[in-house]
T-cell receptor, first 116, second 112 residues
Framework: GAVVSQHPSWVICKSGTSVKIECRSLDFQATTMFWYRQFPKQSLMLMAT?????????EQGVEKDKFLINHASLTLSTLTVTSAHPEDSSFYICSAPDASSTDTQYFGPGTRLTVL | LAKTTQPISMDSYEGQEVNITCSHN???????ITWYQQFPSQGPRFIIQGYKTKVTNEVASLFIPADRKSSTLSLPRVSLSDTAVYYC?????????????FGGGTRLMVKP
């Protein structure tokens, strides 16, 4: 299947700082990517849809000014957690659909964010 | 998006066949059924996808009855490494750009 990578795989930061997470589709192009957040023992929650060349679409309750999304190219989307706080500590996962395969999305390995 | 219902958890033993059933009563005509596997601290991994009847690949089988209101993921002869959370998702087919809504998943524990 298609490969999606994320960088970094984990990050620890101080409260108030900003953290950028990258999501790349390695062997296919993705005009759309999705960002999820997952707390321990819980399911994935969709945060936003990243659209290449246009603004991201955020799910209800997700602050767009806090979670900045930039879909810079057909293979790269970035999520920046601005002014991070301990409650933002979570596992962030991106996914990208492979348009050549019916409704199959491929997920990145995830990024563990810990805010001290 | 069709809502899915799965058992919260299941236990099994090595070598056994495991069947996880998912209910999706409101599935639409264009919806496909997809199953993902997730290990701790990893992103979900695609297992299998189907529309109707039976689909089989090298790791699992997916059984879908004629009314498509449920589906069953079958894992033959599980091993300890199959311990994971399994998610059943239903989403509109033909457009891989559709967002996926995850339910609670089924936490499978395989015991020696």
């Amino acid at each position: 299947g298609a490969v999606v990578s994320q960088h970094p795989s984990w990050v620890i930061c101080k409260s108030g700082t900003s953290v950028k997470i990258e999501c790349r589709s390695l062997d296919f192009q993705a005009t759309t990517m999705f960002w999820y957040r997952q707390f321990p023992k819980q399911s994935l929650m969709l945060m936003a849809t990243s659209n290449e060349g246009s603004k991201a679409t955020y799910e209800q309750g997700v602050e767009k000014d806090k979670f900045l999304i930039n879909h810079a190219s057909l293979t790269l989307s970035t999520l920046t957690v601005t002014s991070a706080h301990p409650e933002d500590s979570s596992f962030y996962i991106c996914s990208a659909p492979d348009a050549s395969s019916t409704d199959t999305q491929y997920f990145g390995p995830g990024t563990r964010l810990t805010v001290l | 998006l069709a809502k899915t219902t799965q058992p919260i958890s299941m236990d099994s033993y090595e070598g056994q066949e495991v069947n996880i059933t998912c209910s999706h009563n409101n599935i639409a005509t264009n919806d496909y059924i997809t199953w993902y596997q997730q290990f701790p601290s990893q992103g979900p991994r695609f297992i299998i996808q189907g529309y109707k009847t039976k689909v089989t690949n090298e790791v699992a089988s997916l059984f879908i009855p004629a009314d498509r209101k449920s589906s069953t993921l079958s894992l033959p002869r599980v091993s300890l490494s199959d311990t994971a959370v399994y998610y059943c998702l239903v989403a509109r087919g033909g457009n891989a750009g559709n967002m996926l809504t995850f339910g609670g998943g089924t936490r499978l524990m395989v015991k020696p």
